[in-house]
């Protein structure tokens, strides 16, 4: 069974770190390029970060330089370290695996990140 699951949503106050992991089971993580989403109260779901298996990442314009992506194969998990949080990072935050051949799309629940100011 294709299963992405995260970790580590919280409350955070502003300027602070925190750090989302999200764990696949059940695909051939390599032959996956992965990605977190954030979907804010009231819009629509975003791209935040995406990292190939090569290691290459790209990054919305609202969080270089504060965030960064990363992915341990081995573990089939990928990870994203907030820093310098803003209230505007608020939102739910999900885990996205998409095969690099057939396109096959597998979302994890989504874990809450709340930024206080």
């Known amino acids: 069974q294709e299963q992405l699951v995260e970790f580590g949503g919280g409350l955070v106050q502003a300027e602070g770190s925190l750090r989302l992991s999200c764990e696949a089971s059940?695909?051939?993580?390599?032959?996956?390029?992965m990605a977190w989403y954030r979907q804010a109260p009231g819009k629509s779901r975003e791209l935040v970060a995406r990292?190939?298996?090569?290691?290459?990442?790209t990054y919305a314009d609202s969080v270089k330089g504060r965030f960064t992506i990363s992915r341990v194969n081995a573990a089939s998990s990928i990870y994203l370290q907030m820093n310098r949080v803003t209230p505007e990072d608020t939102g739910v935050y999900y885990c996205?695996?998409?095969?690099?051949?057939?396109?096959?799309?597998?979302w994890g629940q989504g874990t809450l990140v709340t930024v206080a100011s």
């Open positions: 996205n695996a998409r095969h690099r051949f057939t396109k096959r799309e597998v």
């Open positions: 059940g695909i051939i993580f390599s032959l996956n390029d």
């Open positions: 990292i190939n298996n090569d290691g290459s990442a």
